[in-house]
Structure formats: structure tokens, C-alpha cells
């Protein structure tokens, strides 16, 4: 579904139009493409209380990054990293005003903001005012943002997956991320030997592959270096070879739903493969009713489809030797299960049941030999199982985030890529929202 | 000499569709291709040189003198992988399983696709007999007078096309026609044909049910199921149809619509391989060719019972069984293709039949009966419908994944064919 309204604003008359009668003016965002650099321009980068950390900018060079530590008068950056992990008094945030404002003014149309933090832990209450403060600052700043640029805070328990992130967050792959927290913590997060291939080797199953999100899934982690079994039902089989054949995968019809699904996974498993390293519980359906007219079928259909089958399909891998060490699982929710959605009580019941699943098996998946469990909350993407909205209520729901535009499926893509990619080990039972700072909700 | 064992990996369909339905525009390559394109999308073999592809269809366009290596090079299975055509009327599928599975054994390649299409919608449509003639005459010419001259001899019946027609070149007789004989003499009621299409109905349907055709078919052009077949067909709705074949022996004839295969378009692939070629691509193997057989009656001049135009596959049966020291109880499923109910229906009677058996077969007595518990019980031709070179294809990967799901086994294949060809074939995992 093409969004005439974002291409109309982007050409010179509609621009004009849109700006004199103050309609919303999103940017066409700046979306990783092979052989990119991390980075259009230099990154800004400062701390808080001091000079930045020598590791810090060894990972930024590393990434790619060329790191500048001044931003001279009508010098212009396309990314501001800012080591905010010293803050533990409302007086250390002055420091952050010192270094954004400026910063924001000189960043470049689809520029980064990045904050680190370290999350409350307790011990002080002034320190933890002081450092959920900074969840504040970000969140309101990324409303701020015009022409693409994104903000977005990592709480830095462990610097282990501190370079994948970094790669994630300042490219184009995380052009739909706004707004959003993320705690890297403690886990087993190896540097990949080709950064460009950082899946290679793996095995990934993604559901729900024949179009749509999952297809774009699928797509990127082939990209990546997986070899991918993309999974659909039998009825979704000619779209879904077509997937298969594009990427160099396999086909594999499966209703994640059936009876069987978990141990016809284990079997296939068993006999096509070395084990499994990635699962992306991407299948998903809508059957929306107001809860006055929900019939029992629409309702057990979403639970059976969205929720039960990732219950029973991790259950099974969990208790059988087919899921390799440092397994990585992503499963899809929606920002319905954070903030909920008129007509969708059965939709929103399993997306949010979702997010339940996941932080719960974290601790089962990290004694899986270091394996991670992580759920992504899409916001409003275009794909066929949107284009069934009313065309009104699309419009609107496009409209209604801090980019002012619907996600691609390839927005979602790339984070789960992200977070199936060994450097996100550091990552788990976390709900990362891809919605471009959706303004319903959370 | 030394050989080694053919596996059967496994297979790829397209649902088959009712003449003139879903894939009315759709032309032997596309469907051979997609057939293919969903085999490699099943196991992965995108770019893949194989050792080669067999595959054939019975009804030709002359523009498709090279349809295999031509769907080959459309799919994505790489353009270095030789391809060929077969022609064997319905046995073509057995056939191209035949010729992989040989040449795996015999060392010459690695792995292979054997592979049959039908369209019976997009059927070549040639222009008659003596406008052809008129029109060589024409081309062979050397002057525009005498071409002109050659053409002027052109007559409007002349333009009436010639459309292929289901039928034997030295009877004239439709297949219908010549098995409504067939099922005369060898004493086969309405009933039992009805109850046996019944069965093949609801076996199929049990089938789809199962999950059993899940990794066995590729949905094409928004078919996801056979079109033919009836989840509800029973003997008593079977029983209300009239006759469609042998019309002329009045009350005596039992041949209906439903009773026989429809004409029907799609198309079905089978990948087989040396066990080291499936092992280094992680593929697992779900049973292996062991043996065949091929028979011919002479339909044209032969006994009219027991020459029928259908029968052969009763005189490459024990050829088969014999070489193999095998009987029919020490198989676990037998496939039967159901060209009509008749046909398989006195397929039986005559391995039952003592008289007949030592005369013609020349046995000892009776080869034996077919448990019924073993035939057929996926479903076959009656419910799926019959492509003409598909049906091979379909039923050798079926009976793999049978045997495969039964944990080991032994299995029967049994196909007839025009021009009274039959063949026969062993499979065991
Ligand atoms: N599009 C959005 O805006 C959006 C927003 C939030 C969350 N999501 C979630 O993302 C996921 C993908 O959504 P999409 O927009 O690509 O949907 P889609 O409808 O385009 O694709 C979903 C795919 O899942 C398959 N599927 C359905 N039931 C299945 C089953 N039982 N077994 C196997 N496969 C099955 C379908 O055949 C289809 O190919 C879903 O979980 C959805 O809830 C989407």
C-alpha cells in the first residue's frame, strides 16, 4: 500500500501546500540500504560529568561512526550520542540542556539522538529520580524531532551488546524506533566476525512468511546470513515458495495453530537441520468485534493463532534438544497490547499476553544456554492485514505518531534482525516498540 | 555390476484443477514450472544444479518439443541442470521416476527430478489433416504462382480445426468406451465402482484433513485443495449419476461421471537422490525405488476381456513380484491408479482369477488378492483427479510419505496407460 499522502508532501507543490495550511509534513526516512554507512554525517559525541569514555568512542569508530566531540556555529551532525550514566542529582541534568540543545539545531533531517543511561536501582532515591528522569527527557524530545530524526534512550547495565545496539540505533535500521527505552543488560553478546553478515550460520524459522511483516523478516535475516525456513500456512503455500525461492530458503507449511505444530516443528527440525538459533513468532491474525458482538470463534481463533501456539511451540523447543544455545526468539506483539485498541479485546488480549510470555521465559531462555526471549510491539505498519482498516481510520492511524507516517514491514524487520543477531545477547524479555513514536498509548 | 539405492526425497504438486476451471489460461510450462519452483522452494534448492529433470505431458503443443528443459530454465533450479522429455501416455510420471531412479543407481547422477503435466484447457489444437497438406504443398513451392496456385486449393471444411480427442489413433474408441468393455466382461457392478470412488473421496479428504498433503502440494493460482474432489461423496449420491460410457449396452452400462476421472489440468514433481546427495544437503529420505515393470497389450487384436485397452498393468504385476520374490502380503499400502473404478475393480478380478492367471499370466494359480485396507488409502485418481502425466509423480510421493509416516514398509504402484501400456513399481522405506 503506497502512502500517496507522503509522497504528495514530499513533492515540491505539496510541500508547499502542507506546510501554508499546517497540515503534518512527514520526511521520507532515511532506511538502511546493503553497503550504507552506519552514519550521512559525523556524531556528536559528549557525557555527562566529564569526557566521554574511551570504549564509547572506540565503538562508535568501530561502527563506523566519525566522531566529532564539538559542534561548531552551522555545523551540522546526523547523530548526538550522549553518556548521561554519571547523572545522580536533578542538578546533573543541566548537562543534558547543554549538550542537546545545541545539538538538536544542528542535527541533520533523519538524525539520531541517543542517550545512555543506568536504570534505578534502588539504593538512592535521589540517583533513581535523577536517571528515570532521563526516560522523561527522551520521550518528550523525540516529539520534538521534525524531518526524520529519531531519540532514543539505552539504559547500559553491561556494555556487552553496547556495540550491536549502537549499529542498530544510529542506522537506518532503526528508522521507525522513536521514543523508545531499551536495558542492555548482562548475557553472552559475541561480536560477529563480519558485521555485515552477523547472522551467518544460523538457522531461523520465521511464521507467518508469506507476506507481509514476516515476509520482510524472513528477508532481512537471509540478508543477514541465516538460512531461513520461512513457515506459513498451506493455504499461503504460492506466495510463500515465492518468499522461500527469493531468499534462498525453504518453505515450510505450517498452521501454528494445529494440534501437531510443535511436534511437526521438532520433527522438521530434527531431520532438516543442525537445530534451531532463531524463532520469530510472527504469525498473526485480526478478527475485530466490539466485545457486545464478539462471537466465541473470533475470539478463540486470535487466542489460538496470536498466543496459544507461541505457548506450546516454545514450551516444546525449550523441553527438547532442537534449540541451540544462544537461540534467540522474537515474538510479535502490537502497541494494542500496550495501550489497547477499540474492537480489538481478543487482538489486544494476545499481544498483550504476548509481552506477559516473554518477560516471564526470559529467565528459562537465559538458562538455555544464554538465550534470549524478546517481543516487538509494532505500531501502525503497512500490510495487507492494516489495508482491511476502514480507509478514514488509516489515514488518521498513519498520521497519528511522532514521524507522522505508517512503518514498513521492513521497519520491523530490521529490529528483529537486531535483536536475533548474536550482539543483541544482552537484550532479553524486553518489549521494544517499532511504531515511530506512536501517540495512542504508552 | 554395481548399484546403488535411488531415495525419493520427496515431492511437489499443484492442486489439480477440473478442465477449463482455475488453471483454464494456464499452459503446461507455467504449471511445470511452479510445480517446480514449489519443489525447490520445499527443499531449499535454489540455483541447484541436479543431475537432471525428466518430466513429459501427454498433450503437446509442437511449440513445446523441449517443455522440461524450457520449465527448467524458468524455475529457479539452476540453468546448468539437463532436462528431457518422456512420453508414456499416463504412465509418463511412473516412467520419469524410472529413469532418475536408474540412472542414481547405476552411479551416472546424483539426484534428479522426475517430473509430469497435463492441461486438458490449454490442449493443442492442430488445423486439419488436409489444410496441412494444402499448406505444405504451399510452402514446398518455389514460385508465388505455384504458391498461390497450392493455396487456392483451400476449402472452408478445411478450416475446421482438428482438437485432440481422448481417444485410440487404431479403434477410434474413447479410453471411456474401451473400459466400459472392460468392466462388461469382467462382471464389475455399478455398486462396487461406486463404493470405491466413494472411498477414494473420503480418503482424500481425510488426507487434506490430516495435514498429510501439507508438504506434498504448493497451492497454484488460488487453488489450495484438489477441485475434484467431494468430501461428501457417498455411494448413495454416486448412485443417482447415469451413465456416461457404454451407453450402447443400455441397463448394462454402470460407467458414470463419478466413477471415472474427470479430465483435469496440473501437474506433480518427485526429487530423488543418491543417500549421499540427501545427506550432504540435510535432506531426509522417506523411502527408496526398488524395482519395476512395464507391460503392453495388444488391444487392437487381442481378447476382449482380457486384452482390454486398460489391462496391462495385470501382466506387468507378476513379472514384478516375481523378480522380486515378493507377493502381494508383503506390502503395506498398494496403489491402484483409478482411471476409472473398472479398471482397478477388474485389475483384482483378474489376479484373482485361477483360470485366467494360469493361462495368461502363466502362474500356478490365482497372484493373489489385494487387501482392500491397503489400497489406495490416501485417495487416488477417482477424488484427485488425473492429469495424465501428473498422476505418477502424485502417487510416488504420496506412497513415500506413507511409508516414511508408517515408520518403514513396503509399497505398490500400479499404473495403466493409452495405447495399452501399464506400470508397475516397488517402493520401501
Ligand atoms: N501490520 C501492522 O500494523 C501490525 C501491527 C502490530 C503487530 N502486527 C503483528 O505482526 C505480525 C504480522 O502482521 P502482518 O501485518 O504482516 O499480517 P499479515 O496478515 O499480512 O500476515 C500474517 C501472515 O501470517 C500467516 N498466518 C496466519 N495464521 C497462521 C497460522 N495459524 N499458522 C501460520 N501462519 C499463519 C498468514 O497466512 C499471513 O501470511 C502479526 O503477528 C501482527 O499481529 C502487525
Redesign the pocket.
Known sequence: MSDRYLNLVNSPLGSAVASRVGLPQPAKLRRYAGGDPLLPGPALLGATGGKPAAALRKLLTGAGAEVVDTLGEGERVAAAVLDARSVAAPADLGALRDFLAPAVKGLQANGRVLVLGRLPDGKSVTADATRQALDGIVRSLAKELRRGATANLLWVENEASLGAALRFFLSGKSAYVDGQPVVLGAGTAPDPTDWDQPLAGKTALV??A?????AAIAGVLARDGAKVIA???TQ?GETLAKVANRLGGSALH????AADAPPRLLDHLAAHTDGLDILIH????TRDKLMANMKPEQWDSVLA??LE?QLRINDALLGSDQLNPQARVVC?S??TGLSGNRGQTNYGATKAGVIGLVRSSAAAFAKHGASTINAIA????D????AKMPLATREVARRLSSLQQAGL?IDVAEATAWLASPGAGGVNGQVLRVCGQNLVGA | MNTRRAAIVGGNRIPFARSNGPYAHASNQDMLTATLDGLVARFGLQNERLGEVAAGAVLKHSRDFNLTRESVLGSRLSAETPAYDVQQACGTGLETTILVANKIELGQIESGVAAGVDTTSDAPIAVNEDLRAVLLEANRAKSVGARLKALAKIRPQQLVPSIPVNSEPRTGMSMGEHQAITTIEWGITREAQDELAAASHQHLAAAYDRGFLDDLITPYLGLSRDQNLRADSSVEKLGKLSPAFGKAFGDEATMTAGNSTPLTDGAAAVLLASDEWAAQHKLPVLAYFVDAETAAVDYVHGDRKEDGLLMAPVYAMPRLLQRNKLSFDDFDFIEIHEAFAGTVLATLNAWEDDDFCRRRLGLDGALGSVDRAKLNVNGSSLAAGHPFAATGGRIVASLAKMLHDNGGGRGLISICAAGGQGVVAILEA
Open positions: 511464521t507467518g508469506a507476506r507481509g511483516i514476516g513457515a506459513d500456512l499461503a505450517l498452521d501454528v495453530a510472527n504469525a498473526g491474525i493463532v496470536n501456539s510479535l502490537s502497541t509494532p505500531g501502525f505498519i500490510t495487507e492485514m492494516t514491514p
